[in-house]
């Protein structure tokens, strides 16, 4: 059974920073197209960024320069550095997996809160 668990999550003051993590288990985050998402009460789910197997990287506009994914392959784990954090970066972080070759989503985690006070 495929697990993706969501760690580093917290409560920050603004221009402060957070390093999530999402260790996997059954998927291999290497072959895998993952990503991390994140959802503020009230609002949809809002696509953060995404890494390819090929290390490709897609940001959204409003976390580019600020925010950094990576895969630690030996761990098989996938991160989320995030710097300079403002109070609208607060919501439920989730990382998510799927198939290599389909940019989709098919496994998600359980999500971190990260909460950011101005």
């Known amino acids: 059974q495929v697990q993706l668990v969501e760690s580093g999550g917290g409560s920050v003051q603004a221009g402060g920073s957070l390093k999530l993590s999402c260790a996997a288990s059954?998927?291999?985050?290497?072959?895998?197209?993952m990503g991390w998402f994140r959802q503020a009460p009230g609002k949809e789910r809002e696509e953060v960024a995404t890494?390819?197997?090929?290390?490709?990287?897609v940001y959204a506009d409003s976390v580019k320069g600020r925010f950094t994914i990576s895969k630690e392959n030996g761990k098989n784990t996938l991160c989320l550095q995030m710097n300079s954090l403002k109070p609208e970066d607060t919501a439920m972080y989730y990382c998510?997996?799927?198939?290599?070759?389909?940019?989709?989503?098919?496994?998600w985690g359980q999500g971190t809160q990260v909460t950011v006070s101005s």
């Open positions: 890494i390819d197997v090929f290390g490709s990287t």
């Open positions: 998510a997996a799927g198939p290599w070759n389909f940019r989709r989503f098919d496994y």
């Open positions: 059954v998927v291999t985050i290497s072959n895998s197209y």
